[in-house]
């Protein structure tokens, strides 16, 4: 199995067509199976498109997808989601899903079915979310802070090497306890834990939030 998240978390990139028709060409004729986590499909940015493994017929036939409501429509605590794919993966995931899930709530369906049918809930996620993105890294322009602007979801890596040397565990813990502003290090995402001094903040948050957090960025 090949596992692939896009848009991805924690850094923010999407994959690109030219990528999904390249990891098609790496399966193809093979038993390879592919799990891909698109729970960010709605938030893709600078009129970008997200590019479903639904999109390309012959990985579509050996792929699951995963994704979230919660991530869609802001309700994240009630850890509603979702799996698709060919009959044949299907009738073997339902084997092993029966045992792991009984049962979503029955208020939270209705509530996600009719939130459901007004399109405009998910096709304005990209521009809303961007709109946070490009206030915060507006706002942090001139701080010491470096960065790629995200392409996708609702978080914002952040290049810290002209500020500190620190291992970024150790910077995050920093921001945390000296300046109340709370990050995730991505070197615990990484194999061998590389360190690559960065780290991800999350713009999905008031506008308020997000410009007294950039204060405190820009002081640091």
Known sequence: MIVINSPHNPSGTVWSTADMIQLQNITKNTDIIVLSDEVYEHIVFDDETHKSVCLFNDLKQRSFITASFGKTFHNTGWKIGYCCAPKYLMEEFRKVHQFNVFSVNHPMQIGIAQFMQDENTYLELPQFF???????????????????????????????????????????????????????????????????????????????????????????
């Open 130 to 220: 961007q709109n946070k993105r490009d206030l915060f890294l507006n706002l942090i322009s001139e701080s010491r802070f470096k960065f790629t602007p995200s392409k996708g979801t609702y978080f914002q890596v952040l290049d810290y090497s002209a500020i500190t040397e620190k291992h970024d565990v150790d910077f995050a813990k920093h921001l945390t306890k000296v300046f109340k502003i709370a990050s995730i290090p991505l070197s615990v995402f990484n194999e061998n834990n590389k360190d690559d001094k960065v780290l991800r903040f999350c713009f999905a948050k008031t506008d308020d939030t997000l410009i007294k957090a950039a204060e405190i960025l820009c002081k640091i």
